[in-house]
């Protein structure tokens, strides 16, 4: 079982919908959760940093962490075209090590 | 964010040659760094963790040999694929930090293609 398991897609949705991209994990000492952003042939771009349960918001960009059902989730709200990349999650425990998901594709279509 | 350089952005070599990859840090001075490797439609996989001035430590079946990782100074880190195969042919991105519990940035990756 991949530590970090994440539905590849391709995720295609119209300009203005709400994306939901979702996430497990295995590792229950994992303590920090990211949601990166990567565009073809482009390094990751980090969007969200998250410790522990609960939710963030930024902008457009929700984070939400269960940990007790170890589930990760990333709300894009009034996607837009721009959003179109691979969406990465990721944890890691105290330590350094980051573990990432295989990402998902989405299209924002206009 | 802060910036993390990584250069070239792509490079073509012939099989049997050695290629060298720089990553560097612009603006803040980066204690540690990392090295990924990507495959099309993949997710990242470390490859190394370097912290300056000493030896990287290696991943779980990443031959240290053939991916010499140097990290001498607090803004520059350079992994050099040796005697490239078409094999090796992958993405390779670094990622750089300051201190340990920080943010982690990347760089921009570099496409490498051995013919």
């Known amino acids: 079982q991949k530590e970090v398991e994440q539905d590849p897609g391709p995720l295609s949705v119209p300009e203005g919908a709400i994306v939901s991209l979702n996430c497990t994990y295995s590792n229950s000492a994992f303590q920090y959760f990211m949601w990166y952003r990567q565009y073809s042939r482009k390094g990751p771009e980090l969007l969200m940093y998250?410790?522990?349960?609960g939710n963030k918001e930024d902008g457009r960009f929700t984070a939400q962490v269960d940990k007790s059902s170890k589930y990760i989730s990333l709300f894009i709200r009034d996607s837009q075209p721009s959003d179109s990349a691979t969406y990465l999650c990721?944890?890691?425990?105290?330590?350094?090590?980051?573990?990432f998901g295989p990402g998902t594709s989405l299209s924002v279509i206009p | 964010g802060a910036v993390v350089s990584q250069h070239p952005s792509w490079v073509i070599c012939k099989s049997g040659t050695s290629v060298k990859i720089e990553c560097r840090s612009l603006d803040f001075q980066a204690t540690t760094m990392f090295w990924y490797r990507q495959f099309p439609k993949q997710s990242l996989m470390l490859m190394a963790t370097?912290?300056?001035?000493?030896?990287?430590?290696?991943e779980q079946g990443v031959e240290k040999d053939k991916f010499l990782i140097n990290h001498a100074s607090l803004t520059l880190s350079t992994l050099t694929v040796t005697s490239a195969h078409p094999e090796d042919s992958s993405f390779y991105i670094c990622s750089a930090r300051a201190l340990q519990g920080t943010e982690a940035f990347f760089g921009q990756g570099t496409r490498l293609t051995v013919v």
């Open positions: 370097s912290n300056e001035g000493s030896k990287a430590t290696y």
């Open positions: 998250t410790y522990s349960s």
């Open positions: 990721a944890s890691k425990t105290s330590y350094d090590k980051v573990i």
